[in-house]
């Protein structure tokens, strides 16, 4: 069977879900069609939410909210560990469907896949952790103590290009915190969020448990995703996408007083310093550069190189690039991928040039790759730090070199962007690693030392500063975003008192 039909999809889809058995899409709803990247093939077409739709979810996912709250957390935590084995059962036909439709490399699909499996087991061992704090109160005879409560609603949105995985650093952590998920993907990767929907509606049906997953696939106008902003049902809105967008997402969930979560662009640098190794630096500068085509939010933009190794390093880097296989993702000997759409083919285009009217000097690279397909070829551009096309993250694989003479420059170099998602540093002297781990060293929420800015682990916590949001997601203690938090005093004494030695008596 296809890889499709191994997933239950067919076409056209309903892209609204309420749960189980719950499928539904407005009548005359707009129709997206979902087209295989790498050749234009259409895979399926799903018939869009409508203002119907989004009333019906999230009538449901409210209502979901009030039972799932008083399931206990570790219960809940069984649900996700029963998500977490569908998914290795799916694993080779969800991955599949990841590069059909977003154009990833096969490998980096499965890993998307393995991501969320690991995801799921954090999330179930998490389920048994969600402390409170007792503290110790300045009165006699009371107990102070900080609980945490879920929030109802979620709202995840999610980009494109981690079409499942980033779904799921949310939903498995806002699932045994007690809420509702509602996910809204991108209009670019629709079926990989219905196959994932089915994969929880059959954990959810087996088990009788409220249907605290659902599904809205808004249309390319994002019509019921500005909804969702202003929406105050929505107790929290996660959303991951370009700073762009989440600038009018956080001031719209603002302008409510709502909770939000951002994880938002970068451009993300590696520093060479004279004395690092290079048989560590070269497979990190071309994994960073070249996976997912550069589209991956810490995908390696600036490469920062100690003047002395410069030449030698670009001279390996355009050597290295000329064996990456450009081509079919599902072919287990490419490398690279096409890029998402016809768009971000121009965009790779109009910044390559715009680069070079700026003075770049283009190594290798610089073209789309001609026939059916979104391809382009990987680039490697000499440039400077302060020029418009390095200071923006362009989606595509452009990889900036630049030279810097002292240490203290290169992290100079590396901070001085709008965004801090991810950055490293490549050296063999401890003491440089250890400054740019310091409070002078990097600005960026990921610092790492001989290894590159992409391929984060689930069970850090993962998120930037900047305009890259500041918010942080998946591990360490990523899931007290998707809790309210509540201090509670009880008195157990016979002689209440007040705080700070305040004296209230009513006369007689
Ligand atoms: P995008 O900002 O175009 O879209 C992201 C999501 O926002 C999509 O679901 C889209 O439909 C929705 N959207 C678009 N306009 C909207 C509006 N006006 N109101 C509400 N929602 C709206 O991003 P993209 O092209 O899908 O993804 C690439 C971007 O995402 C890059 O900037 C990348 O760095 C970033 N990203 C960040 C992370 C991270 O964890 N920091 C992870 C993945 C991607």
């Not at 939410?49 to 206990?72: F, H, I, N, Q």
């Not at 996660?238 to 951002?262: C, H, N, Q």
């Not at 071309?286 to 030449?311: D, K, M, N, P």
């Amino acid at each position: 069977m296809n890889v499709l039909g191994r997933l239950g999809i067919e076409s056209p889809e309903d892209g609204a879900c309420s749960g189980p058995g719950n499928w539904h899409a407005a009548a005359g709803a707009a129709v997206l069609e979902s087209r295989n990247p790498a050749n234009g093939e259409l895979l399926a077409t799903v018939r869009c939410a409508g203002s119907e739709d989004y009333a019906r979810v999230m009538a449901v996912a409210r209502e979901a909210a009030l039972a799932w709250r008083t399931v206990p957390a570790p219960k809940r935590g069984e649900i996700v560990r029963q998500i977490g084995d569908a998914l290795r059962q799916h694993k080779d036909a969800l991955g599949s469907l990841v590069s059909l439709e977003v154009g990833k490399i096969k490998a980096e699909g499965d890993g998307e896949v393995q991501e969320m499996i690991d995801m799921a087991d954090f999330a179930v061992g998490q389920s048994r952790m969600l402390y409170g704090l007792t503290l110790p109160s300045e009165r006699p005879d009371h107990a102070m103590r900080e609980l945490w409560h879920p929030l109802g609603v979620v709202a995840v949105m999610t980009a494109f290009n981690f079409p499942v995985a980033v779904w799921s650093w949310n939903a498995f952590l806002s699932a045994i915190c007690g809420n509702a998920t509602v996910w809204k993907p991108s209009p670019k990767s629709p079926l990989t969020a219905i196959a994932v929907q089915k994969i929880c509606n059959g954990v959810l049906e087996r088990n009788g448990a409220p249907p605290v997953f659902q599904l809205l696939v808004d249309g390319p106008e994002n019509v019921l995703a500005r909804r969702m902003v202003e929406d105050p049902a929505v107790d929290l809105l996660s959303f991951t996408g370009s700073s762009r967008v989440g600038r009018a997402v956080a001031s719209g969930v603002a302008g409510r007083f709502g909770k939000y979560l951002l994880e938002l662009s970068g451009n993300n640098a590696i520093i060479v310093d004279h004395d690092a190794d290079p048989g560590l630096a070269l497979p990190s500068i071309v994994f960073g550069a070249v996976g997912t085509a550069g589209q991956r939010c810490t995908t390696t933009r600036r490469l920062i190189v100690h003047r002395s190794r410069e030449q030698e390093l670009v001279s390996s880097l355009a050597a290295a690039y000329a064996q990456v296989k450009v081509g079919d993702p599902l072919e287990p000997s490419t490398l690279m991928g096409p890029l998402v759409d016809a768009d971000a083919v121009r965009a790779f285009e109009a910044t390559v040039a715009a680069a070079i009217a700026e003075g770049a000097e283009l190594v290798c690279g610089g073209k789309r790759i001609e026939g059916a397909g979104h391809f382009v070829q990987p680039t490697i551009l000499r440039a400077r730090n302060d020029m418009a096309c390095v200071q923006q993250e362009t989606f595509a694989p452009i990889l900036y070199v630049m030279p810097f003479d002292t240490l203290e420059e290169g992290i100079a170099m590396n901070n001085a962007s709008r965004f801090g998602l991810s950055s490293a540093l490549f050296t063999r002297d401890l003491r440089s690693a250890e400054r740019w781990l310091s409070a002078a060293g990097s600005d960026c929420g990921i610092a790492n030392v001989n290894i590159g800015t992409s391929g984060a682990e689930i069970g850090g916590a993962f998120g930037g500063e900047k305009e890259t949001g500041g918010g942080r997601e998946a591990g360490s203690d990523a899931w007290k975003a998707y809790m309210r938090r509540q201090t509670s005093t009880v008195f157990h004494g016979e002689r209440p008192v007040l705080a700070q030695g305040l004296e209230f008596r009513l006369p007689g």
